[in-house]
């Protein structure tokens, strides 16, 4: 038996998941730590992405979907662009999230939107915001 | 020079004057800007879940429908739409079985996209085809001392492959803007996102981007910073509101597209249509400098 | 007809086990040639040796096959004690019937069946094997030294004392190298100077020593103990000699040009001395720089001087010297700030490299060894060092970890606090490796007694914030954002060879490796000397490496030269190339592919002449000969025709039926894929035995007709396997191979042949697992495709 952070088995079917769908080895990363230092919102997140990585190599993933941070990435990419290793840590935040809306999981409802507000505010803004937040 | 183009929706709407201006500044240069037919949302945000194609199905039926009407290519000013687009054509183009299934999801447009389609960001055709000494050799209205911070953001230098220049010390926005006559200063935080999207559901986070992104800009000495995306035009210009009501030691500055500056200096003017869609005045600086 | 006698050894269970030996004892006693054959336990014993001894004189033997171990192991034993029976010990051969048989395949009926075929394999290529004898010269007694940093000044010490002339040569106009730059070293805090300069004056001193500074070597002709070598020596426009070292014209010159010794930091002018204590002490003029060798242009430096000491008349040298070894130490270079450009591009003054920081912190450098900011001269309070700049970041930047940066980064923090009580420093780090002797506690101490913040975090960006350096960071052990504004950044930044590195491997055949560093002959067990005989290599041009090391190092290639001197003449293997006169025509199209320029043409008799010194046996000319003029010597293209047939059973008839057994014939070159098949034997990795290895010293000897002999004769798939290019000892000869291969598929496709059944890999020795797994496939993939039509492929020629 594991006692920790390790639960549900090292490769479990979660972080399969996240690696077809992002398309990366979460084994890649060395813990260099450079994703967090260059992230824009890295304060406003529960799990830095440094850790999100860790998590994953744990096979500790539930803890990442139930995050706050995959839905505060906002993939500028800096992380992606100066990975020592090349790995696109925004397509690992983009996979948690994806997992999230498949399954009815978004940040925000639609249908609870302020119209008379939205008219104020430009459409890529509004579609972006849904694109990445909406299932 | 007529270049085939793609506007995207927000240079329909709160970004009209960024295609007017554009549209005004090179018609001095000799080049229009000739609309595609039929063009729908580019998707916005390029989808980077590997398993999915239906999130490039957008995209990818933009340039299915400009290889029909003949073009090989497509110009673009909206960074947004010029990445998100461009990333998808690479997408599915290398790869048989995804443009197929791509093609059998569009069975309705009659014909198979083939791929032939590039995508070009308006800088680029102004450095490249253009080139900036004919920019220069044209200005009639030099921004002389126009002092301006040239701002990139995420979109036109991330991700590295996609960058329109070195993705590290991009200075393609400040060539230009040096071109037009106006001296463009460095600043930190030129290649940093402003929030994005985070301005419909974290406010705060957008807010403290912005806020310093333009801090940032103010003290390297910058009267005005330029862009090519709405949204962080948006986010720059319309958050200073509350930004200059939460932050003690906050002077507001202009948010401008690089095509508002290009229709000054190239003698096509400036309209006071283009104001109303600023937050911060952007009239004043520029009677300032004596280019109003 | 030669008499050949077998013995096939049980190797305790190790071959016994999984292999009927008494069988195969016996069956091979009835092939044609043998004249004895007997098993034993252990063949490498000395019973076992003095068994085959008194074989070869009992049984009147001329050729001997041992079947055992893999020759890695026990080939020199097993021809040394052939030798002492008398017998020319290159008619002794090693059938490798356990690590490539009984270790990798555990039915012992397809086992024996194998064990049998290397054996009869090897008995045919013996039949035709020639009497050889080893090649010996005279050798010269001098040392070529190439690089005088501390590595270069050792070596040169070392061999000097022991009575050779070493001729020593210096690009630069100084020697000392990094090491003369540098404050004090870790982890004694000595002064780098105050340790190097007694070494440096030694040398000057030393009569055995020749010194060429501002002098780079134009080329080394001829072979291991008989090199001739061209020294170019720059012209200096002032006579050494004469100079008194007064200093009267460098306050003559009016160009100002960045001080290479002082990193940048500071200028000095075109005719200059680089610091006080130089050796040679001697002015030098810096051609480049200079507005003009003639009065009219400018004239002032020769006005200036008394003495008359410069002379604008001069001109380059080139000093020809014969030595008979070389060690070359060029050293290393930083890996460029200019390239990093999340640090600034090198174009912020307060970022500074590990090396402006030496200078910087040095009692006599450019700020008088006060800590002042290169950009305003204001004092340095706060200070950030980052460690791993441009290391560890195979995406961008160096993929290897530059070994001293830890410890050199702690020893500068520890210096600055020193200097500056007051100050912070931080150093951003993302491990810190400090294994050597007393490493660990130095970092320890320092961290404890300096108060120094170590975050644990890979530093994302540096820019210019207000007034000083802003760096954006992240602690992830605390898991908070780490940015500091600070006066001084200082990098760590990464080792790479120095820079011409690359071109110097190509000029002198000296192979390079993984992030560019030359490569030594055996990382592990030959770690001084080069795969090109004769030459030696020491200190960081073999790869990131501190000042002790690089010491030990030099030493221990002044050593293995001072072994080598100890003759008067060397060996070299007798395994090369030989010309048919009869068939030659002195087209002279080897001479031109030679990597090792072996071959002449002889003009008068028309005829391809091999250096029986310089030739490495490689064969790499053998496919290039339009007349298949030249063949290896012991492998020639008969030879592999022979063990082909015997491999593949000459004369049986393909069985066109599902039971279908598909046959491999795998060319492995001896370095690399044959020691990855070797390893998946030691590995006990499994694979199936139909395929049969023919060992070959490089791939590049194969030409068309060998690769298809063996489909013609009916194998299923032939398997080329050389090393990695750029790892292979005969540099260029794996790609070589591939563009040949390459055609030669081409050519098959067009014939509407399957091409897929030839396939050319790379292995390192490390790959067995590999190798193992890629062996079983094509057998998978060869048993899907069903026997080959071998009468078509005979239908190509």
């Not at chain 1, 507000?117 to 803004?125: E, K, M, T």
């Not at chain 3, 003009?292 to 000491?309: F, M």
């Not at chain 3, 604008?312 to 008979?324: A, W």
């Not at chain 3, 954006?472 to 940015?483: E, I, V, Y």
Request: charged residues 25%; aromatic residues 8%.
């Amino acid at each position: 038996m594991f006692r920790g952070i390790i639960k549900n088995g090292i490769r479990n079917e979660l972080l399969l998941k996240v690696e077809e769908i992002s398309g990366q080895n979460v084994f890649n990363c060395y813990q260099c730590g450079n994703c967090s230092s260059g992230c824009p919102v890295v304060e406003y997140m529960d799990i830095t992405p440094n850790q999100v990585l860790r998590l994953s190599q744990y096979g500790a993933s539930e803890e990442i979907l139930d995050s706050e941070t995959i839905w505060v990435c906002s993939t500028c990419l800096q992380c992606s662009s100066r990975c020592p290793k090349g790995i696109d840590v925004a397509r690992i935040m983009e996979a948690y999230r994806t997992i999230n809306l498949r399954s009815g999981i978004g940040k925000i409802n639609p249908r609870k939107i302020d119209v008379s507000a939205a008219n104020d505010i430009p459409p890529i803004l509004l579609v972006s915001a849904m694109r990445k937040l909406t299932g | 020079m007529n270049l085939p183009y793609y506007p995207g929706c927000t240079l329909k709407a709160n970004a009209s004057h960024f295609e007017d201006s554009a549209i005004k500044a090179l018609e001095k240069l000799n080049c229009q800007l000739q609309e595609m037919k039929d063009w729908v949302c580019c998707g916005t945000v390029f989808s980077l879940s590997n398993d999915d194609l239906m999130l490039q199905l957008s995209s990818i039926r933009n340039l299915l429908r400009a290889e029909k009407q003949g073009l090989n290519e497509l110009i673009v000013l909206c960074s947004m739409c010029y990445n998100t687009l461009k990333r998808s054509k690479d997408f599915i183009t290398d790869d048989k079985e995804k443009l197929e299934k791509v093609n059998n999801f569009m069975y309705m447009e009659e014909v198979d996209y083939k791929g032939t389609v590039d995508i070009y960001h308006l800088l680029t055709i102004l450095k490249d085809r253009i080139t900036f000494e004919t920019i220069q050799d044209k200005v009639k209205k030099p921004l002389n001392s126009l002092k301006l911070g040239a701002f990139y953001g995420c979109l036109l230098v991330r991700p590295k492959e996609y960058a329109i220049d070195d993705f590290e010390g991009p200075t393609i926005i400040e060539d230009l803007l040096s071109a037009l006559g106006a001296e463009s200063l460095d600043f930190a935080y030129k290649l940093e996102c402003c929030g994005a999207y985070q301005t419909l559901t974290q406010k705060d986070v957008s807010l403290k981007r912005s806020y310093e992104i333009i801090r940032s800009a103010s003290r390297a000495g910058c009267e005005a910073i330029v862009t090519s995306c709405p949204l962080c035009a948006y986010n720059l210009d319309f958050l200073q509101k509350e930004i200059d009501e939460e932050q003690v030691d906050f002077n507001k500055i202009p948010i401008f597209y690089f095509t508002e500056l290009m229709s000054i200096a190239l003698g096509a003017g400036w309209s006071s249509k283009w104001s109303e869609l600023h937050f911060v005045d952007p009239e004043q600086l520029l009677r300032d400098k004596h280019l109003l | 007809m030669k008499r050949i006698g077998v013995f096939v050894c049980h190797c305790g269970d190790n071959i016994a086990g999984n292999v009927d030996v008494e069988r195969v004892a016996k069956e091979i006693s009835k092939h044609d040639g043998v004249a004895h054959s007997v098993d034993y336990t252990f063949m490498c014993s000395d019973p076992g040796q003095k068994l085959i001894k008194d074989a070869i004189i009992e049984k009147k033997l001329d050729g001997v096959i041992i079947a055992s171990c893999s020759p890695t192991m026990h080939e020199g034993t097993f021809r040394k004690a052939t030798a002492s029976a008398g017998l020319n010990p290159y008619q002794c051969e090693i059938a490798n019937i356990r690590e490539q048989c009984s270790w990798v395949h555990f039915d012992k009926e397809k086992g024996t069946q194998k064990a049998i075929l290397i054996i009869k394999s090897m008995i045919e290529k013996l039949k035709m094997n020639e009497l050889l004898y080893p090649v010996s010269v005279s050798t010269n007694k001098n040392v070529l030294v190439i690089g005088a940093g501390i590595a270069g000044i050792q070596a040169a010490l070392d061999i000097g004392e022991a009575g050779h002339k070493v001729f020593l040569v210096e690009k630069k106009p100084y020697i000392g190298g990094h090491m003369i730059q540098l404050s004090v070293t870790f982890p004694t805090l000595d002064c780098s100077q105050c340790i190097l300069t007694p070494k440096m004056v030694q040398v000057n001193q030393d009569e055995n020593i020749e010194l060429f500074v501002n002098s780079e070597v134009e080329s080394i002709d001829g072979a291991v103990g008989n090199f001739k070598i061209k020294i170019k020596r720059t012209a200096q426009y002032i006579n050494p000699d004469i100079c008194t070292g007064c200093g009267d014209c460098v306050e003559a010159c009016p160009e100002l040009v960045p001080d290479e010794y002082e990193e940048g930091l500071s200028y000095r002018r075109a005719v200059y001395m680089s610091f006080p204590q130089v050796i040679p002490y001697t002015y030098t003029l810096d051609i480049d720089n200079c507005l003009g060798l003639n009065p009219i242009a400018c004239g002032k430096c020769k006005e200036a001087c008394k003495e008359n000491a410069i002379n604008y008349d001069l001109r380059d040298e080139i000093i020809e010297k014969s030595v008979g070894a070389v060690i070359v130490t060029t050293g290393y270079d930083q890996y460029p700030m200019e390239n990093i450009g999340e640090y600034g591009y090198g174009k912020y003054p307060d970022v500074v490299s590990g090396l402006q920081f030496e200078r910087l912190i040095f009692a006599i450098g450019p700020s008088g060894g006060k800590m002042l900011r290169p950009s305003d001269g204001k004092p340095v309070k706060k200070i950030a060092f980052i460690q791993c700049s441009g290391s560890r970041d195979p995406e961008r930047h160096l993929s290897h970890c530059s070994k001293i940066c830890c410890m050199y980064t702690a020893k500068q923090a520890k210096m600055f606090k020193t200097k500056v009580p007051d100050g912070q420093a931080y150093i951003y780090y993302i491990d810190v490796r400090a294994a050597g002797k007393d490493y660990e506690e130095f970092i320890q101490k320092a961290q404890s007694d300096q108060k120094l913040i170590y975050v644990r975090g890979k530093v994302s960006r540096i820019y210019k914030g207000n007034d000083k350096m802003a760096i954006s960071a992240f602690d992830t052990l605390s898991g908070k954002k780490m940015d500091v504004e600070v006066d001084m950044v200082v990098l760590a930044l990464g080792l790479v060879p120095s820079f011409g590195t690359a071109e110097f491997a190509r000029k002198f055949n000296l192979s390079v490796g993984t992030s560019d560093f030359l490569s030594e002959a055996h990382p592990k067990l030959r770690p001084v000397e080069s795969v090109n005989t004769g030459f030696f290599l020491a200190g960081t041009c073999l790869g990131p490496k501190d000042i002790p090391e690089t010491v030990a190092q030099a030493s221990g290639a002044a050593s293995k030269v001072l072994s080598l001197l100890a003759y008067d003449s060397v060996e070299k293997s007798p395994i090369i190339v030989k010309v048919d006169a009869e068939k030659c025509d002195g087209c002279g199209k080897c001479a031109e592919e030679c990597i090792f320029d072996a071959i002449t043409i002889d003009k008068i008799q028309n005829v391809a002449v091999i250096d029986e010194m310089k030739c490495k046996g490689c064969a790499y000319c053998v496919p290039e000969c339009p007349y298949d003029a030249l063949e290896q010597k012991n492998l020639s293209s008969q030879q592999i025709y022979n063990m082909i047939d015997a491999i593949l059973g000459k004369g049986n008839k393909v069985e066109k039926d599902k039971t279908h057994v598909p046959k491999i014939i795998c060319f492995l070159s001896e370095i690399g894929p044959y020691q990855a098949a070797d390893l998946a034997g030691t590995g006990r990795m499994e694979y199936r035995p139909n395929v049969f290895v023919i060992k070959v010293l490089s791939i590049s000897m194969l030409n068309k007709n060998h690769i298809l002999y063996a489909i013609k004769h009916g194998a299923d798939g032939v398997l080329i396997s050389g090393s990695h290019p750029g790892e292979s000892p005969y540099p260029g000869a794996s790609l070589k191979a591939k563009e040949r291969i390459d055609s030669i598929k081409s050519e098959i496709k067009s014939a509407g042949l399957n091409s897929d059944r030839i396939r050319l890999e790379w292995y390192a020795g490390r790959q067995a697992k590999g190798f193992a797994a890629y062996v079983d496939k094509f057998v998978e993939y060869l048993k899907m495709k069903g026997p080959v039509d071998s009468a078509k492929w005979r239908l190509l020629h």
